[in-house]
Structures are given as C-alpha cells and as structure tokens.
C-alpha cells in the first residue's frame, strides 16, 4: 500500500484540463478563427446574445397564443386525506377522544406546507379507514363524508376568513403583547 504524502497527491485523471491557447497558428486546431468560424454576432468580441433571441426574428415563445388565466382570488385548499388520517390514529399520534381542529392537523404533522384558506378532507384511502373521528375542516368531498359517518365519526365543516385562520392556526400571534 502506497502512503499518501505531499510529493504523491494529484488530482484524479480528468479533474483538470489544459488551457486553450488560441491563435497560435493552424496546427493547434485553434488557430486564426480561434474556434469562432467565420465573422457573424458570435464571432465578435464583448456580449453575446440573450438566450432566445433569434436575430430580430419574432422568437418562438411569442408565436404561440397565451392561453387561460392566473386568477387572484382562487382558493387553494390544503388537502389531507382519509388513509393518511387512519396512520397517524393508528400510531397514536392524534387524540380520538376530542374534536380535531386543522390546527391539530397543522401540530401533529398531518398538514406539512402553510394552509393558505384552510383544509380539505378527501376520501383516499378511505377503505382502510376505520377510526371515529370528529373533524373540524374547511371542506370535505362527499365520499370522504361518507366514510367518517360509516366509521361513527362527525365531520364539521367551519369557515374562517384569512385573519380568523391565522389567529387559529397561530394562537401566540394573535395574544396581547
């Protein structure tokens, strides 16, 4: 085994590659021209041109039609569904005996991102789902309705405009200072 010492290190094999030196005549490969064909914007010294731009010809992303729009107002719902709800009961880690709020959704890990406009209950998975829950959300789909009574459980749909959401959500921001 050969030791590793300050006269032995390198870099490994194709780490590092050899300057180009161009303009040294034609029996470098990169003589003349240096590599840049013949005359042309891209021949030239300085800046090249922006990525898409097809010299003064209307490019192809203007070409095509824009299509649909970006509403403002829309509602994103934060969705939780009902085979992921069975998991977390089945590895204790939400209370079945209270009411669960989308805040104790939010605590126990149910609902990961930032709940926007509040949470939607949806019916995948819901043939494993057996637990008597009682459920504060925002929406929930028919099927998933179903499911929860069939279980014995209650589903309570509740609306908070954007300021009572936050203050559910997080209690600490709304306390008196």
């Given at each position: ?84 709800l069975q998991e977390w009961v089945d590895a204790g880690r ?84």
């Amino acid at each position: 085994m050969e030791y590793v010492t300050l006269n032995t290190i390198a870099d490994n094999p194709g780490a590092t590659h050899s300057i180009k030196r161009v303009g040294r005549g034609i029996g470098s490969g990169l003589g003349k021209t240096s590599g840049r064909g013949h005359k042309g914007q891209k021949a030239r010294s300085g800046r090249s041109p922006r990525l898409g731009f097809e010299g003064g010809q209307t490019p192809l992303r203007q070409l095509a039609p824009r299509r649909g729009f970006h509403n403002p107002n829309r509602i994103r719902w934060t969705p939780v569904n009902l085979g992921r709800l069975q998991e977390w009961v089945d590895a204790g880690r939400l209370d079945t005996g209270r009411v669960l709020t989308m805040r104790d959704l939010r605590d126990n890990g149910l609902v990961h991102r930032k709940v926007p406009h509040g949470v939607k209950l949806l019916a995948k998975g819901k043939e494993h789902f057996s637990a008597p829950l009682q459920l504060e959300v925002s929406q929930v789909s028919a099927a998933a309705r179903e499911a929860v009574e069939a279980a014995g459980g209650r589903v309570t749909t509740v609306y908070y405009n954007e300021l009572g959401l936050r203050a559910l959500l997080r209690p600490e921001w709304t306390a008196a200072a």
